[in-house]
């Protein structure tokens, strides 16, 4: 596969905007592993190959286990995620999806149920931020495998 475009080279201003999202988000206050499960779990859902392989290394960094990575795409199924993540996890696949349901009430109250208001809004942007990453890597065919992690606490 060949890279289509440098969107950070070519558009810096752009790349400066998502980074300051990503700012935000990684200082909010929520979990850096739940935002990582998340982050990994709309990548999988786009099918984007370089955020899968950035945020699956960032999960592993943290010391993630390796069965709770490759069970993501079968989390309902599995008992390896607590009831927040699995909450964070049914809000992400709605907002992903959000012409699928439009985020349905049910899920909406069940991520209620385990964030604030300002945590799901929290929640809710980094959801926006990694959808326009992979949006955005897709569209330009950013190719997977050089990412290394940054040192994780």
């Known amino acids: 596969m060949e ?13 400066k905007a998502m980074m ?15 935002l990582d499960l998340v982050r990994l779990r709309a990548s999988q859902i786009n099918g ?9 290394k960032d999960l592993r960094a943290e010391g993630e286990s390796e069965q709770r990575l490759y069970l993501l795409n079968a989390w309902r199924e599995s008992p390896f995620y607590t009831d927040r993540e699995r909450a964070a996890l049914a809000w992400t696949e709605a907002v992903t999806l959000v012409t699928n349901g439009h985020a349905p009430n049910e899920v909406y109250e069940q991520a209620r149920q385990q964030f604030s208001e300002e945590e799901l809004v929290n929640l809710t ?4 931020a990694i959808n326009g990453w992979n949006r955005l890597n897709i569209s330009f065919r950013t190719v997977p495998g050089s990412y290394q992690p940054a040192h994780h606490k």
Not at 48 to 56: G, L, T
């Open 48 to 56: 984007c190959a370089y955020c899968i392989d950035m945020h699956s």
């Open 3 to 15: 890279p289509r475009i440098s969107n950070g080279k070519v558009a810096p201003g752009a790349y």
């Open 125 to 128: 942007l980094a959801i926006v």
């Open 20 to 34: 300051g999202l990503e700012t935000y988000t990684n200082n909010c206050g929520l979990e850096r592993s739940l």
